[in-house]
């Protein structure tokens, strides 16, 4: 499975260390709120409020260099249109990783 980095805020911040801080304080920030909104609309089966918390999601995995993981959450997310949960597993390893490397900071 691949890892989070930050390759990608490093190629916008261009150098400037406060650009860099801001990208990552926002993700320690959103990403938790996020993970949580997202857990919640699960356990009601809210499948509308799933699909928004996993579109939200899929932007941090992006900005954290996952790939492959960002293909899967919108896998995931078209899935949750039809009312179906074709892929939650690894989407939640994808959340697990980062929360994982997030602890490092």
Same mark, same amino acid.
């Given at each position: 499975?691949?890892?989070?980095n !930050?390759?990608?805020i490093?190629? !916008?911040? #261009?150098?400037?260390?406060?650009? #860099? @801080?801001t990208?990552?304080?926002?993700? !320690?920030?959103?990403?938790?709120?996020?993970? &949580?909104?997202?857990?919640?609309?699960? @356990?009601? +089966?809210?499948y509308? +409020?799933?699909?928004e918390?996993?579109?939200?999601? @899929?932007?941090k995995? =992006?900005?954290?260099?996952?790939? &492959?993981?960002?293909?899967?959450?919108?896998?995931y997310?078209?899935n949750l $249109?039809? +009312?179906?949960? @074709?892929?939650?597993q690894?989407?939640?390893?994808?959340? $697990? =990783?980062?929360?994982?490397?997030? &602890?490092?900071?």
């Amino acid at each position: 499975m691949e890892q989070p980095n !930050l390759h990608y805020i490093e190629q !916008l911040a #261009r150098g400037d260390e406060s650009v #860099r @801080k801001t990208l990552i304080d926002v993700i !320690l920030t959103e990403f938790p709120e996020e993970q &949580k909104e997202y857990y919640e609309s699960l @356990k009601k +089966k809210d499948y509308k +409020k799933i699909e928004e918390n996993v579109h939200k999601l @899929k932007h941090k995995i =992006s900005i954290l260099g996952l790939e &492959k993981s960002y293909e899967l959450a919108n896998s995931y997310e078209h899935n949750l $249109r039809e +009312k179906s949960l @074709k892929g939650q597993q690894d989407f939640e390893q994808i959340l $697990r =990783s980062i929360t994982t490397y997030l &602890k490092t900071f």
